[in-house]
Structure formats: C-alpha cells, structure tokens
C-alpha cells in the first residue's frame, strides 16, 4: 500500500514540475514547490488511506462480533 501511495506521490512530484517549468518559474523555485506539494499530498494520502482502513477494519470487527453472538447464543435465544 505504501508503495502505492509513494507512486502517486511521484506521479503529482513531476506533474507540478512540469506545470511550473512551463509557467516560467526559475529552477530553485520549481524544485523547492514541487517538493512540497510532494510531501504534502504524500502525507495525506497517507492519512487517508490509514483513516480508510481502521474504518473498514472496524465495521468489520463489528460484524465479526455479531456473527459470534449469534453462534455462540444469548439468553434471549437459548
């Protein structure tokens, strides 16, 4: 997953140096914004997919625990 994330992090890295570099900016400027938009989308990418995940993780585990309930029995159902 991190790969991923780290990829589509690339892919945005080279996008914004091609749209810098084609609204004229000096090199220093294009490397340095182009850098910082990298971590910052990275970064939350990451954060989101995480966010993503524990939810999926967690409507899971609530289901798991219903599915247990009802096998296992309650005192409603015995």
Do not use: H, P, R, Y
Not at 54 to 62: P, R, S, T, V
């Amino acid at each position: 997953m991190s790969k991923i994330i780290f990829n589509f992090g690339l892919l945005i890295f080279f996008i914004s140096i091609v749209i810098f570099t084609q609204k004229g900016m000096m090199v220093q400027d294009v490397i340095i914004k182009s850098t910082i938009i990298f971590l910052v989308v990275t970064i939350l990418f990451s954060i989101l997919t995480l966010t993503f995940i524990k939810a999926i993780n967690k409507a899971f585990g609530n289901k798991q625990n219903n599915i247990n309930q009802e096998l296992v029995g309650s005192g409603d159902n015995e």
